[in-house]
């Protein structure tokens, strides 16, 4: 399970980087999965979604991605019906939690890749969002940083000295 934001200012490069808010692998769920899933935030701790200030709106993906399945069997109901209760049908994934570091610049194709999560099968969920006062405390609380501001610089006013001034004596 991952959760990132591909709408993160690289500044160097003047484009957009995929910043990871969440990972949790191994989560144990299957198509008859109706209780919570366990310890969410016992991998890669969660970060709350926090767009910069002067950015246009944010995309935010949850994605859900399949493990491989353990050797020579492959997913279907069938197999899924035979599995014992309890017991896994997808290869346990020795993934290390990641820094704060690696989750900027995140790379969700070649992490996939490299640990043989399938990119077409699982789920997906988006929204989006925009910059909010409550980004701030996330920046002072948790991320423990100082604040970007991005936008336009305000051009310089020709006029400011006049408009200190009286027009009418």
Known sequence: MLLVDPDTPNEEQATFDTFLHWLKPNVPLCALHQMR??????????????????????????????QPPISGSSYTRNAEARAQPGSPTSVYLDIPPLTDAERRRFNVRAFAQRWGLDPNGGGAHMWRELWSEAVSKIYADILEEEEPRYGRTPKADPYAELKRTKRYV
């Open 37 to 66: 899933i366990p310890d969410l935030n016992s991998h890669t701790r969660y970060i709350p979604p926090h767009p910069q200030r002067g950015t246009p709106y944010h995309r935010y993906v949850l994605l859900l991605l399949p």
